[in-house]
């Protein structure tokens, strides 16, 4: 029966991800279009739903291009290794407490590991793989590029990234992702303990998945489409559906870190029946990941690229010693309280 | 056979096979991928030894961090056509013997030494991350301080080596 | 339940195969991964050890050689990036000068 539930759990999130991953490439389509005076793609079903549909059966039915002097196996390879790191990570992250179903007490969170933040970290530092190895397999200088450019970029934000993961850790004392839910009840969300962790931490995301102001891997005026250049058809739209399920689990990490996760301030104490308490609770982690979401999305239709040494500059004269600081002045409010 | 024996003998294969072919592919790319699968396999057997904080941080440090920092090194080295790609191995008898000199020796003290094994602990395992924190912070301070001063020596260094050199005016 | 011994038997299997890498290949980043792989059959035992002992202390070495061996990737791969720049190759053989 646990493995029962469990499969259940893995197969409802993982296709509430990839139906919020189409929608989501709607939404960034209206949002850019609404900020830059256009319409948007509204001739697909209702005001334009049926969009994702559309797109993704143009994909399927495109011809798949393989070049020449490609290594064929790493370019088989590299898609599958990008979709099956940014669809892993989404295990760990809590999107509600527990929740009674058929008489039977369901956790809602595919896998409570005890070291789960730091099983978050090791999956960004593998989604490096996938995007140098499309980049070197293509034989193509634009890809190979952008594959560095996008190792280099993410080897550097994971560390700010790591260090301000560090405060989270000293001021909950958990690696548990669950538990630092559990911590941020009422108003006591981590945001509000650790601003300058979040914003560095925030600041990362944007760089691991790759959206502008940091999507320099792909940076269509200089690298024409980056690692991805070589690629068409589904092996493209692999591409494509694990970088905006990064986008998705990204925000959702930040939700569960910073932003109280499915806390709800005062529903506990609201005397509501137990279902529809949980039920409420998960639509709060809905509701704040979107928030974040069209956040990300509005961001890159505001701010420009940077440059490639600004980016750097940026991650390691700032980022990295605003990160560093943060630990420092945590540890020491939290050594003067004890 | 219970679940644990099945799972030592899966990763144990997955590590020598991967490890040989690491050793003996003509491929330098195929060698730096399977290198990754060895480590995999090590961060599995870690995992049924109980130690789940090593396992992620050999996942972390070394397939985040060292294998991608080879994988610099293959790319930019090495192009997907290029001859020199294929990299030769020379002198395989005296190497093999040597190897199965070593190896014989080393098993042998293994399997004759008489190691000293605590009984094993039941039931679910317990978390090592927090002992392992208070460890490092009381009995192996010095080292852990030693550990950091040696990262940050070879992160200089690292950075001076590799810089290339200005060109004079 | 596994013996100690098979862990030990599967690191020094590991191990010798790394010494293969290291006396037989001529590249310069195979060799490098070879030693890699001997250091992950050494913390292999350690592991082993430790969980048979009941005791950390052998986790706590192998923190140790991980930071040596994440130190020795940063300076190892920065000396062969250098190599290639000078030399335009990481054939170890070819590398000869200091050869007297």
Redesign the interface.
Known sequence: MEILISLIKILVVMLVLLTCVAYLVLVERRVSAFIQNRIGPNRVGYKGLLQPVADVLKLFIKEDIVPK???KP?HRLAPIIAIVVSLSTIAVVPFGDKINLFGYEIKLQIASV??GI??V??L???G??GI??A???S?NKYS?LG??RS?AQI?SY?LSMGISIIGVILVTST?QLDKIVEFQHGWRWLILLQPIGFITFFVAIFAETNRLPFDLPEAEPELVGGYHTEYTGLKFGLFFLAEYANMITGSAIVVTLYLGGWQFPYLQSSGLPEFWTSIIQVGTFAAKVGAVLLFMVIIRWTVPRFRYDQLMDLGWKFMLPLSIANVIVTAFIIYLFE | MSLIDILFYFFATIAVVSASIVVFSRNIIYSAFSLLFTFFAVAGLYVLLNADFLAITQLLIYVGGILVLMLFGVMLTHKVVSVDMKTGTLKILPAALITSMIAGTLIGIFTVTDWRVAPLQTGDPIPTAKGIGEMFMTTWLLPFEVASVILLIALIGAAIIARREKEAK | MIPLNYYLALSAILFSIGVVGVLARRNAIIVFMSIELMLNSVNLTLVAFSAYLGNATGQMFVFFVLTVAAAEAAVGLAIIIALFRNKMTVNIDEINIMKW
């Open positions: 002097l490609a290594n790493l005890n070291i730091l099983y970290l090791a960004t530092g593998l490096v793989y140098a190895i980049g070197w397999a034989n190979l594959g560095l190792c080897i994971e690696l």
